[in-house]
């Protein structure tokens, strides 16, 4: 077995030597012949410097867009930019304070928006305080303190030189007649002197004007005037917050701010924004269509 193991590697040893053998002589063979050298030469480059050597391309010129062409171009693009919608700057502006502060700006503008419409706030201040007092005077009229007035005379009846009064004295005597005088402790009915001591009905204080006045003002300011002052103050809390929406002013936390300075602060940068991206987007569209039907003539080349 050591022996047949010998024979084969003496075989292999020899196939090798015959294959060296040959290819020295194939090489020998084609050094005389054209274009062998340069075979072997790409044989022996390297698989990654082949790889790496760059391929030559050319690039073919661009035709020149004649001149009336572009002529034409730009005359068919003002004509359509002219004709195109127009970015609207009212709805965007009415879109963003309704989006951002819950309201139209449709409820208090007629047309367009002029902002120089809101009123200050001193004089929001002055119609918050007018409209106020008018709800007041309406509820609290002149007519109706009259009314209280009559029934505080009534309540407290005052008498002088001339009216007709009835008195009923101590002993149940009833005296009806004109007054005519009226002295400290006495008066006189129809020539009847009355002690005023001896008066059981009225209470001889309606001889005496000054405490009568004072009291039928206190009944009026019991009945009437007290009510009036919180009444015109509920009233300017109510109108506050609804005069000042229908006026174009807005509630941030505890602070009322003009849509005026809102809308110049906020809005206007976001509604130039948006015009011009709106603009830019329209040109865009426009200068592709205008291409599009200049190749369609045949004006253009189609590859451009």
Known sequence: MFCRGVRQRS?????????????????????????????????????????????????????????????????????????????????????????????????????????????????????????????????????????????????????QLGDIIEVTTRRKEVIKGELQAIHDDVILIRGKRILTADMEAPNPVVFNKGVIMRRRRKYIETNFDRYKEPFFRKAQARLKPKLYHEHGWVKLGKDWVSLNTLISAEIIPEVDRAEKKYDQKLKKKLQMRIIRHLKKEGLMPKDE
Do not use: W
Request: charged share 40%.
């Open 11 to 159: 075989e292999r040893m020899r196939g090798g030597v015959n294959r060296v053998l040959a290819i020295i002589a194939v090489a020998v063979l084609c050094a005389g012949l054209p274009g062998c050298s340069k075979f072997f030469k790409k044989k022996a480059k390297p698989a990654k410097e082949a790889a790496e050597t760059p391929v030559e391309t050319k690039t073919p010129p661009k035709r020149e867009i004649p001149t009336k062409v572009k002529e034409l171009a730009k005359r068919r693009f003002e004509a359509a930019l002219a004709k195109a919608k127009k970015f609207d700057r009212k709805a965007a502006t009415r879109k963003l304070v309704l989006d951002k502060y819950n309201f139209d700006l449709d409820e208090i503008f007629e047309g367009d928006y002029d902002l120089e419409q809101i009123k200050s706030k001193k004089a929001m201040e002055a119609l918050i305080l007018t409209e106020s007092r008018k709800i007041t005077e309406k509820q609290y009229s002149k007519e109706a303190r009259a009314k209280i007035l009559a029934k505080a005379e009534k309540a407290h009846p005052y008498y």
